[in-house]
């Protein structure tokens, strides 16, 4: 850790508030943090740790950012252990490390992509990189695997109006060359790959679960794989 002593100290105890909140968060939810909790146990008083947290909304973007950020280590951990060739096998390197963490971490999950907590909107200029990371990884593979002949997205169609533009609007964001296609199996992808973790981790498959979890959802890597075209 570089910087000054000061500096050091502050960097700290600031992964120690957001360790401490991440311990509220499993045990009393987003809604329920507070400030002054976290002071006492860290040991300060709650005036102490309002030099270094404004606020529980602050506390909720550290929250989130610290979040993004661990999950995006795991997935590009998971991508780099296959080769860069293996489409189909990063694909599902990715989803097997987004739905380890989300199991690991189920109330850090639930802030990142669960329901909206009351009250509170998050700073895109601070967790819109972060919590990009991950469908950039996705976008990443998607691209080369294109340009190297490896996709053939289904054809749905030519697009228009307000979703032509919006495809548009991805392709300059992203620096992207691929057609809207591409983008709208994609866009599928990303949404259906959340969704079955989120159905697996919040119990919307019912009491039984329809068997196996962990054979259902490589099930779901197989189906997303073909959905987008992948060879």
Known sequence: MSGTPRDRARARTMAEI????????ATDGAAALSLRAVARDLGVVSSAVYRYVRNR?????????DGYDELGDAVDAA???????????RQAAIGRAVRSWALAEPATYALLFGS???GYEAPAERTMGPGTRV???????WAEAHAAGRLSPPDVGPTSGDLAAAFAGVRQEMGL?????VIAT??????????CISFELFGQYGADGLGDPAALFEHHLELLAAAVGLR
């Open 18 to 25: 957001v360790r401490i909140g991440r311990q509220h968060l």
């Open 57 to 65: 909304d602050e506390l909720l973007t550290l929250l989130l950012v």
């Open 79 to 89: 991508v780099a252990a296959v080769p860069a060739d293996d489409f189909r096998g």
């Open 116 to 118: 909206p907590v009351p």
């Open 135 to 141: 469908v950039r990884a996705l976008v990443s593979l």
């Open 177 to 181: 060359t691929v057609p809207d296609g």
């Open 186 to 195: 994609g866009v599928f992808a990303w949404a259906a790959l959340f969704g």
